[in-house]
């Protein structure tokens, strides 16, 4: 079983629109959460922690549920430049690795 | 600036011929790690190191090796490349001892024939 799965999509959207993405992680001591975000084959690079409490960042906001070892990553308002694979990325207790997931794919459409 | 540096950022060879990918930062972190990434697969951490002299296996190490000889520097060694190592490879590196995030190198294509 893989440690992180994300629906590949593609999601596609008009802009406005509001988007949720989901992300699944199988051990249950994972200890840290993110959403990174990457276009077209170019470096991740983070969009934002997810703390235990939800946090919100503009238009976008990221949810934690540990007891169903899932989180979520929630864009309001998209616009064009939303567009991108958003890769969801969970560590074990000691930070020694990450996982990622394979990433959704985000279209926001004029 | 801040930043991790790979280089080459492009690179096509032939299967047997060793290779070696650069990676550099300039943050002082102590944590440095290599990923690659392949279609529907996302990033799998091949190496990572927590420090000086200090390396470990990630989920897919092999025919890879790396060396961690100063803080700053964290090469990735493919002794004898076959096609399966065809590849878009990152390095990354952050603080370590907490919830840090990590910073990723721009990338290095790599073709294997």
């Known amino acids: 079983r893989k440690e992180v799965e994300q629906d590949p999509g593609p999601f596609n959207v008009p802009e406005g629109a509001t988007v949720a993405f989901n992300c699944t992680y199988s051990n249950s001591a994972s200890q840290s959460f993110f959403w990174y975000r990457q276009d077209c084959r170019k470096e991740p690079k983070l969009l934002m922690s997810v703390y235990s409490s939800g946090n919100e960042d503009g238009r976008f906001t990221a949810q934690l549920n540990r007891a169903s070892q899932y989180i979520s990553l929630l864009i309001r308002d998209s616009k064009l430049s939303d567009s991108a694979t958003y890769l969801c990325?969970?560590?074990?207790?000691?930070?020694?690795?990450?996982?990622f997931g394979s990433g959704t794919k985000l279209n926001v459409k004029p | 600036e801040a930043q991790v540096t790979q280089n080459p950022r492009y690179l096509i060879t032939v299967t047997g011929k060793k290779l070696t990918v650069t990676c550099s930062q300039n943050m002082n972190h102590e944590y440095m790690s290599w990923y690659r990434q392949d279609p529907g697969l996302g990033l799998r951490q091949i190496y990572y190191?927590?420090?000086?002299?200090?390396?470990d296996k990630g989920d897919v190490p092999e025919g890879y090796k790396v060396s961690r000889k100063e803080k700053r520097n964290f090469p990735l060694i493919l002794e004898s490349p076959s096609p399966n190592q065809t590849s878009l490879y990152f390095c990354a590196s952050r603080e370590t001892g907490g919830e840090e995030t990590q910073y990723f190198g721009p990338g290095t294509r790599l073709l294997v024939l």
């Open positions: 190191s927590m420090n000086v002299e200090v390396t």
């Open positions: 990325v969970v560590t074990p207790p000691n930070f020694n690795k990450f996982y």
